[in-house]
């Protein structure tokens, strides 16, 4: 297979068939022309190729998904205009009243308060298997098991192996936060998680200079997440943030790199000094997840 680095530059990205142009083109427009009036049915009927309008897909924002998609190792993948976005459509989509989620956390502030608020309002039980850990948290009502593969900001490590393992014979959909680690560092997907979501806001941009979310994943549960959560609650990525999002994901492999090799300077600098109490760095053999990480 073609390595990441060379498809961090060149997936989903074609030269432009009209002009030649290697960088992808923003698509700056909210309608397309459909030609004939059978042909506008039949797209929105989901029935032929095309594009029907912005809020549900634009072609400089289909160039990012299929980029991250085939970075993740993922059937498609769906971009919203925040990672935030990408949870709420996620929930809202798979969840009815009834339902249970179940989290492993620590999970990123925002994630477990979105939880929090709308399962009380929707009668969806969201169940924090943190101390009593995922198995003996799972019930016949659970629907999603939704974990991050390293914690923001404590750096507490989840096995998508084995959390997939706990879920798959259950039948339950597991959804992997994969904002902290990157396709650089683990894809879950390859370990048996069905759905993995990044703030796009963080390492994939990687320039601090535009907000976005994504979810990729097998069809059958990335489409409708498109259709219901992105169609319906309407926070869908903007092509000129697409495009940035996109110039920045080609550095991807590269930043991660340096990332790390800056990481591990930072962690390795406290162990001499005695100010600091503890660092949590799981690539220190002494961090208790070492060799899991
Ligand atoms: C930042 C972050 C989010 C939320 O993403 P936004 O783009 O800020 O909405 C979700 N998960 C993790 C792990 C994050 O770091």
Known sequence: ?????????????????????????????SA????????????????????????????????????????EGAEAAVA?????????????TLLAPGDEIVFLGPLYGGTESLLNAFGSRFGIHVVDATERGLKASLSPATRLIWVETLTNPTLHLHDPAAVAALARPRG??????????SPCLTRPIEHGIDLVMH???KYLGGH????????????????????????????????QEAFLLLRGMKTLPLRMAAHC?????????PA??????????????????????
């Open 1 to 29: 297979m073609t390595h990441l680095r060379t498809r961090a530059v060149h997936a989903g990205q074609k030269p432009d068939p009209v002009s030649g142009a290697i960088a992808t083109p923003i698509n700056q427009t």
């Open 32 to 71: 397309f022309a459909y030609g004939t009036l059978d042909n506008g049915a039949a797209i929105f009927a989901g029935e032929a190729d095309g594009y029907r309008y912005s809020r549900f897909a634009n072609p400089t924002v289909k160039s990012l998904e299929d980029k991250v998609a085939d970075l």
């Open 80 to 92: 919203f205009s925040s990672g935030t976005a990408a949870v709420s459509s996620t929930v809202l």
């Open 172 to 181: 339950i959909t597991t959804v992997v936060d994969n904002t902290f680690c």
């Open 199 to 201: 703030s796009m806001t």
């Open 208 to 239: 601090g200079d535009s907000t976005g979310g994504i979810l990729a994943g097998v069809k059958r549960l990335v489409e409708p997440v498109r259709t219901t959560g992105l169609g319906h609650v309407g926070g869908n990525l903007a092509p």
């Open 261 to 269: 090799e800056g990481a591990a300077e930072v962690a390795a600098f």
């Open 272 to 293: 001499m000094h005695p100010a600091v109490i503890a660092t949590h760095y799981p690539g220190l053999p002494s961090h208790p997840q070492h060799a899991l990480a």
